[in-house]
């Protein structure tokens, strides 16, 4: 599976950015997807993860009610959008695939997914 993230930009402090990672390959429909961010200097943290057929949902503490992780498998996209975006999510946003389905103990850790994109980046201006 290869991803490309795309989607990221400049907007201010409460505005809205949808991120969209793009899929190639037949294995997309049976992959849980991730994503996950990586702000300067700190370490790789867990955003929002989605099970293969969309049923299931998991979000960090810091994003769940502002952010909605979804996916079109006929597409084969994932897409995250966030909302009342605020200037602690400025990062470098990566989108993951993994072969496990999808729990709260699998989902939220990078070494789960073997498939990474490229990273789109998100700046919140205050």
């Known amino acids: 599976v290869q991803l490309q993230a795309s989607g990221g930009g400049l907007v201010q402090a409460g505005g809205s950015l949808r991120l969209s990672c793009a899929a190639s390959?037949?294995?997309?429909?049976?992959?849980?997807m991730g994503w996950f961010r990586q702000a300067p200097g700190k370490e790789c943290e867990f955003v929002a993860a989605?099970?293969?057929?969309?049923?299931?949902?998991y979000y960090s503490g810091s994003v769940k009610g502002r952010f909605t992780i979804s996916r079109d498998n006929a597409k084969c996209t994932a897409y995250l959008q966030m909302n009342s975006l605020k200037p602690e999510d400025t990062a470098v946003y990566y989108c993951?695939?993994?072969?496990?389905?999808?729990?709260?103990?699998?989902?939220?850790?990078?070494?789960?997914?073997?498939?990474w994109g490229q990273g789109t980046l998100v700046t919140v201006s205050s």
């Open positions: 989605i099970s293969m057929t969309g049923g299931n949902t």
């Open positions: 390959g037949r294995a997309f429909g049976t992959s849980t």
């Open positions: 993951a695939a993994g072969q496990r389905p999808l729990t709260w103990s699998i989902g939220t850790l990078s070494r789960a997914y073997e498939y």
